[in-house]
């Protein structure tokens, strides 16, 4: 499946381009067919591509939308009635892909677009107009999503490696989480193996 990555400073400072570059070499394995990156000041999101279906070839992300931009790693179920919400024809809907189809549901339902996507899905959502950052993952749990809120940003990715490169983040170890691994015993789902770092949960987002 294709991959996210981006970083949103709060202090309105321009993301580093070095960071974004570090985030995406360490995930450079999600896209072997290529990938792009797009930076609007405080927020900078890319995306890594594994094409799987024909339209993939299509795919150009992040996709800049009336709200703002979104980056998705999706595969949609429900692609046919998606596709006619928004009326696009026969011919059109060849060359429409998932990740448009996602920034399209984002402009006509902001940060309800949750309860209209079906499939395998995970997004980054920036509305510019509001300033506000929208981190959101399907029902299922198959897109795995990333974050680690630093001292004045949040970072996110599909790969929590991608999180682990980011220069001056501290890698400590979640002895509880790992000791909660080793016996089987049911834990939170937020938690991940290193403090600070954590997954957001199926059916969830936050902004």
Not at 33 to 53: D, S, T
Not at 60 to 80: E, F, H, I, K
């Amino acid at each position: 499946m294709s991959g996210i990555y981006g970083v949103y400073r709060y202090d309105g400072a321009p993301v580093p381009s070095q960071w974004l570059e570090r985030m995406r070499t360490a995930m450079a394995c999600y896209g072997p067919h290529g990938g792009g990156c797009r930076v609007e000041e405080a927020v900078g999101l890319g995306h890594l591509l594994l094409e799987v279906n024909p339209e993939d070839a299509f795919e150009n992300q992040p996709v800049t939308g009336v709200r703002g931009l979104v980056v998705s790693a999706a595969r949609l179920d429900n692609r046919a009635a998606l596709l006619e919400a928004f009326k696009f024809s026969a011919l059109e809907a060849s060359r429409i892909t998932d990740g448009h189809l996602a920034s399209l549901a984002f402009d006509r339902w902001g940060e309800e677009l949750c309860s209209h996507l079906q499939g395998d899905w995970a997004l980054a959502a920036w509305d510019a107009r509001e300033h506000r950052l929208l981190l959101a993952r399907d029902a299922c749990g198959n897109a795995n999503l990333y974050y680690y809120e630093g001292k004045g940003f949040i970072a996110f990715a599909s790969s929590l490696k991608a999180l682990l490169a980011l220069p001056g983040v501290v890698k400590e170890p979640d002895r509880l989480r790992l000791a909660q691994v080793l016996v089987s015993w049911q834990h939170n789902a937020e938690l991940t193996a290193y403090k600070g770092f954590r997954r957001l949960v199926w059916a969830h987002a936050r902004s």
